[in-house]
């Protein structure tokens, strides 16, 4: 069992920048692929980035170049590093730990969810 809590949202102006965080407990992070998604009112839940457990990084195209994940598993603590925001970011953030890694894409493939983060961006 993992239970995963969220932190770092806020309102930034277009432009600006936030770090997200995503706090898991339990002694076995290292071994979870960890994805990051979002959902804006009306919208489903898309992908927005992963880390594997051996710190393969992938990312949707629309955050591409502007947003970096990364993992610190001595902290067992994910980050979700934005810069350069859009308005269209605008989202509640969710992070997601997944053992299969079959599709780490898919928000489907995950075990574990947090309760999610609000990221407004104003324009």
């Known amino acids: 069992q993992v239970q995963l809590v969220e932190s770092g949202g806020g309102l930034v102006q277009a432009g600006g920048s936030l770090r997200l965080s995503c706090a898991a407990s339990g002694r076995t992070f290292s071994r979870y692929h960890m994805g990051w998604f979002r959902q804006a009112p009306g919208n489903e839940r898309e992908f927005v980035a992963y880390i594997s457990r051996i710190s393969i990084t992938d990312y ?13 598993n001595a902290k067992n603590t994910v980050y979700l590093q934005m ?6 970011d605008t989202a509640v953030y969710y992070c997601a730990a997944d053992q299969a890694g079959w599709s780490l894409i898919r928000a489907s493939e995950y075990d574990y969810w947090g309760q ?4 407004t961006v104003s324009s």
Not at 116 to 119: D, F, L, P, Y
Request: hydrophobic letters at 25%; charged letters at 30%; glycine letters at 8%.
């Open 83 to 88: 810069n350069s925001l859009k308005p269209e």
């Open 60 to 72: 949707a195209d629309s955050v591409k170049g502007r947003f970096t994940v990364s993992r610190d």
């Open 116 to 119: 999610g983060t609000q990221v």
